[in-house]
């Protein structure tokens, strides 16, 4: 018996990929960090940069329950999915904020998407390319659920993890047995990569069955490609505004340029 194959895609331009853009308008850590000023643009800006330069990325949806990102959204062109309140606050899970924005993108489409271009407001570390590499990779491989970039933090091995005890005092994270071969080194246990929350390029199997993924960011499915970076982070705190500025600075961003555009940048 001969089944009809779907036809390969021939090039990035013939791929129906989306991009969707999250962020909320509370944040306990860094206040308004979603608009805070970087380089001369609101932090937000830099992840709608990528995804409106990413020559794959036919359409950008922007799930937020604020204006003002949304505002920032509409002017990359991106189509606004207002956040209910019960996936905007403080106990909502990413996951199924990204899980509900998906079911309105999957709607809004009138032709079956190929991948998602995941991104946060609050992470600006997307490397240039980085949504087209991750197309490239999923149709190389169709067995992959996902591409996404990691950032290696040697320092942070699980076996340097410490808890404060009940006592008061320090007590290793993990199981003694799991510790006791390890030396001092930061590289006693190979090298440690972190999911850096700067991009992940997701087919919408990993996202229709988001509750089978490898946990704890199960949308990214079981079977997840690695684009290894330097710095790559979302920002938490104070010290990571600095942090994603450094990183902006050392990735051909300015406060008049940016690599997507060498014009006067937006």
Not at 199 to 221: D, K, M, Q, S, T
Not at 223 to 248: H, S
Request: charged share 25%.
């Amino acid at each position: 018996m001969i089944l009809d194959m779907p036809k390969p895609i021939d090039s990035l331009k013939d791929a129906h990929v989306v991009a969707a853009v999250f962020g909320r308008k509370n944040s306990r850590g860094v206040p308004g960090k979603n608009l805070w000023p970087i380089l001369g643009r609101p932090l937000t800006v830099y992840p709608f940069l990528a995804a409106a330069n990413a020559v794959s990325v036919k359409r950008v949806y922007v799930s937020t329950d604020d204006e003002n990102i949304a505002r920032i959204g509409e002017s990359f062109g991106a189509f606004w999915l207002p956040r209910p309140e019960e996936l905007a606050n403080d106990r909502a899970l990413l996951e199924d904020a990204i899980a509900g924005a998906y079911q309105q993108i999957r709607a809004s489409e009138n032709r079956p998407i190929d991948a998602v271009a995941i991104l946060l407001s609050n992470a600006a570390t997307v490397p240039t390319g980085a949504i087209d590499e991750a197309v490239r990779s999923l149709r190389a491989d169709p067995g992959l659920d996902s591409v996404a970039t990691v950032t290696r933090w040697n320092q942070y091995t699980p076996v340097r993890a410490r808890v404060i005890q009940k006592n008061g005092l320090l007590g290793n994270y993990l199981p003694d047995d799991q510790v006791n071969k390890a030396s001092c080194d930061r590289n006693t246990t190979g090298d440690i990569y972190f999911v850096d929350a700067s991009l992940a390029v997701v087919r919408p199997r990993a996202l229709e069955n988001i509750h089978e993924g490898l946990p704890p960011f199960r949308w990214l499915g079981r079977k997840i490609l690695p684009i290894a970076q330097r710095g790559g982070l979302d920002v938490d705190d104070a010290e990571g505004l600095v942090l994603t500025e450094y990183w902006l600075k050392h990735h051909g961003f300015s406060e008049t340029t940016t690599p997507y555009d060498q014009k006067a940048a937006r």
